[in-house]
């Protein structure tokens, strides 16, 4: 799945999990065997051509792959300056990236003889795609999400309890998407022999971030083939909005070695990073250890982790892939911020001018993107990642911008 | 030289008695209340003191652990302030052992090598460092151990195989055996279950070896103490900590928690 050269971006993590001084294992002794028991059966699994096949086979029957790419021509011709693409993974089955890497862990499960599946979900969206899988492939499924979220996010509860999967409000810490992973953590602890865990972002302890990372690299893999398909070359840039990352790796890591391609990952800068109300980890956090990866964390002088805020629940979270705080430190990806009010401007100004309807995950993106476009030439192109759809968010969204008399 | 924990088994074993280790959570619910309740404890008969660092996210601890950090954590309770407690305590009582147990990213903020020579210098004995496997050891365990701390191992259900040996490798001090697949404070352990994996346990190393996780009262302890070298407590007692914050009441907060470790005290004495 990812080729080895010693001048490679590509070539991490080494066997220990690292990807410099990021990443490795840092769990309980009783989740230990789990871990390693993973991480044995996906390498194996990703060697083997009759994984690779059914997973293909569903990528493109049941997600929809390959995702469109697209010309915007309108939200071209309004920034002026770089043609902008996107990269249309809103328009897979349930509405968002998320599926690509449920799917390939799913069938991973069931390969191991598992038959019970745990997850944690933030804004719901990968909640909803587990839940989806295991309906699919018959697994019972159990979904920790903060009790915050199920509050804030209830039509994809709803969606989730159709599935058939059953949702845990989770009441300790901060009842958001950090305390979710605890709780799912603490499910697994406790259930070690039947159940798997379905991380749903590029961090955790070894393997998941190389795991999930390669589920989702399929993105970018067809952003190659398309663009080169419409443009005759590959893109002058990337852009992709980051929570914990897994979007964002997705389409950046087949491209990391073409150095001359800019790529940028937006994180949410909330209120403002001069606020204590953002969750930009790698702008405004430092490295530290929780859930199973040192990554770049919002943490206290004292090592306590803080919450994060962002307007968009998917990007709400006080960490990141341990992968692109190693491309933070190394200098390869830019990491940068959008605020919740430059993300709610875009939401509206993508729908009004592309008919498209974009999650707030991607409108942080595109806030960027409308700053950064601007500033090339007209024969430079740019491929942004559409992460998801914005449906989930009409309920949050349509009051503010009706305050700003956007509607 | 024999350790504090050495000398804490071995006089155990000379009265038939097993161990009694109590844990408790560093500044909960104040910094001061808990010193006095590590006194308590002591004159009550706790043979070691495990003393949990507050963090925010404790991934392997159930509902009563978590709302002790919390409770902590909101009183200003630091791991410089634990360390100072862990100091305090140390020259008040210079035989009972203290084991730092906690999560390791507070650790990894507040510097390993300074950690390290503070805990040394506070008279600290040993650590348990939860989210610190043997796949991790250059992180801490290595310099730790160099310096002479006990690094204390967690052997739980899931690691009694094949991964036994990779994890009592560098185990200093004590074994501890997680008694329950789980969390802390969550499941009652099992008897049975336990006996079958100290059996494993005693082919595989000549260290003590405690139980804990799951043993939530005098007459479970009793039963435990029969099999293990020592029991250790700490959600049960934790607990009592937190039913007795809301009554506002040190001096009853002490007595209480007091006379529940005098219990457990009581049963670790083998027939």
Known sequence: MREKASNSYRNL?????????????FVAETLMPLVLDVEKSYHAARKDQSFLSELLYYQKHYIGRPSPLYFAER???????????????????????????????????KRMG???IIAETGAGQHGVATATACALFNLECEVFMGAEDVRRQKPNVDRMRLLGAKVHAVTSGT??????????????????????????????????????????????????????????RLPDALIACIGGGSNAMGLFHPFLDDEEIEIYGVEAAGHGLDTDQHAASLTGGSPGVLHGNRTYLLQTPEGQIKDAHSISAGLDYPGIGPEHSWLHDIGRVNYVSATDEEAL??????????????ALEPSHALAFASTFLPKMAADKIVVLNMCGRGDKDLEAVLPLLDERGLL | MTTRIAQCFEAAASKNRAVLGVFVTAGDPDAQTSAALLDSLVENGADFIELGMPFSDPMADGPAIQAASIRAIKAGMTLQKTLDMAAGFRQRHPDTPLILMGYFNPIYIYGQDAFIRAAKEAGVDGLIIVDLPPEEDVELCDAAREAGLSFIRLVTPTTLGDRLPVVIEKAGGFVYYVAIAGITGTKSAATDSIRSAFTRLRE????????????????????????????VVGSALVQKIEDAVGSGDDKKLIADVGRFCASLSAAMQRK
């Open chain 1, 114 to 116: 598992k038959t019970k």
């Open chain 1, 175 to 232: 009842s958001t998407l950090k305390d979710a992973m605890n709780e799912a953590l603490r499910y697994w602890v406790a259930n070690p022999d039947t159940h798997f865990y379905i991380i749903g972002t590029v961090a955790g302890p070894h393997p998941y971030p190389e795991m999930v990372r390669d589920f989702q690299s399929v993105i970018g893999i067809e952003t190659r083939e398309q663009i080169t398909e419409a443009e005759g």
């Open chain 2, 204 to 231: 595989e190393t000549d260290l003590p070896a405690v139980a804990g996780f799951g043993i939530r009262s005098a007459e479970q302890a009793n039963e435990v103490a029969t099999i293990a070298d020592g029991v």
């Open chain 1, 13 to 25: 993590p080494d066997d220990n999990g690292r990807f410099g001084i990021h990443g490795g294992r």
């Open chain 1, 75 to 109: 939200m071209t011709a309004h920034f002026g300056g770089a043609k902008l693409y996107f990269k249309r993974d809103e328009l897979n089955h349930t509405g968002a990236h998320k599926i690509n890497n449920v799917l390939g862990q799913a069938l991973l499960a």
């Open chain 1, 345 to 358: 401007r875009m939401f509206q100004l993508c729908s009004r001018l592309e008919g498209i309807i974009p």
